[in-house]
């Protein structure tokens, strides 16, 4: 798993930010208890810190597919960035054969989620839809244009997107982010990483990283949000949203894209100008 490398501990600034021990991780999931969700990290469980502010503890598997330098990269870059429509990193944990990451509890689960249905959730209201959208962009925006180096997120999708309590969207996961200089030539990568379907094809044809690759999968996420459709779909005449979209578009009949689930609820003038 890679764990015998230098601790990352060793690496980071001085932060307020917490390293717990593993026996710290065990009591506050109660021995693993609950768990929200996986990944391929590994799994996230439910935590409590104090017995009283709640926590998603992602602890990583001994089979991830990520591993030490993943958990490394998402490490410092939370550790020197800050934004509100960033997930807060509370701590980490880097003991041997033990690594997790502690962040804030987002009580509403993820955009993917509240779209498809899932757990019962109500309908997302379009005002609902377009203040999350928003959000999102802020939190990109903050780190394409307001982090020194700049950052390049890679995996921006709706189950990266998380919401608080009051269904304020953050952006979570940053295990495959990159420092960026912007203005710089194109950042070449030897690996494309991502999710296929929010993949920007000039990124995955030409391997050249920069900010607008971030850009074209936020778009897909719009896409979604619009829709409410998977992004790929095989049973589909045209696949991907995109394909979709624009042969509904090129027919003249822009209603017929949004998400019938609102049932006209929505404010025609915003939906032009995103789909403009």
């Known amino acids: ?26 009591e506050m999931t109660k ?8 990944g391929g990290f590994g799994v996230v469980y439910h935590g409590y810190l104090n017995d009283s502010d709640q926590l998603a503890v992602k602890v990583l598997s001994q089979s991830s597919s990520q591993g030490y330098k993943h958990f490394k990269a998402e490490v410092e870059l939370l550790l020197r960035v800050h934004h509100i429509n960033l997930v807060s990193l509370v701590g980490y944990c880097d003991e ?4 997790a990451l502690i962040y804030e509890y987002m009580p509403n689960g993820d955009l993917k989620e509240h779209l498809s249905g899932k757990l019962g959730h109500s309908v997302l209201k379009w005002t609902t839809r377009l203040r999350i959208a928003v959000d999102a962009a802020l939190g990109l925006e903050y780190l394409h244009y307001g982090c020194r180096p700049s950052m390049v997120h890679r995996d921006v999708k709706s189950t990266n997107i998380l919401l608080d309590d009051q269904f304020m969207a953050k952006i979570a996961d940053f295990g495959l982010s990159r420092s960026f200089q912007v ?14 379907g929010y ?5 995955y044809r030409t391997g050249r ?36 979209v624009a042969c509904l578009l090129n027919g003249g009949d822009i209603t017929r894209i949004v998400d019938p689930n609102l049932q ?10 995103e789909s403009s």
């Open 1 to 26: 798993m890679g764990t015998t490398a230098t601790n990352v501990s060793e690496h980071l600034i001085e932060t307020k930010r917490r390293r717990f021990t593993y026996t710290e991780v065990v």
């Open 31 to 38: 021995n693993f208890q609950k768990a929200l969700g996986e």
């Open 96 to 99: 041997r054969d033990h690594l």
């Open 183 to 196: 203005g710089d030539e194109p950042e070449v990568s030897t690996v494309v990483a991502g999710t296929p």
């Open 199 to 203: 993949l920007d094809p000039e990124y």
């Open 209 to 244: 990283l920069t900010e607008m690759s971030d850009v074209y999968s936020f778009g897909i996420v719009l896409l979604e949000i619009i829709t409410n459709l998977k992004v790929i779909d095989q049973n589909r005449e045209k696949p991907h949203i995109t394909e979709w």
């Open 264 to 273: 006209g609820e929505y404010n025609s003038l915003s939906f032009s100008l």
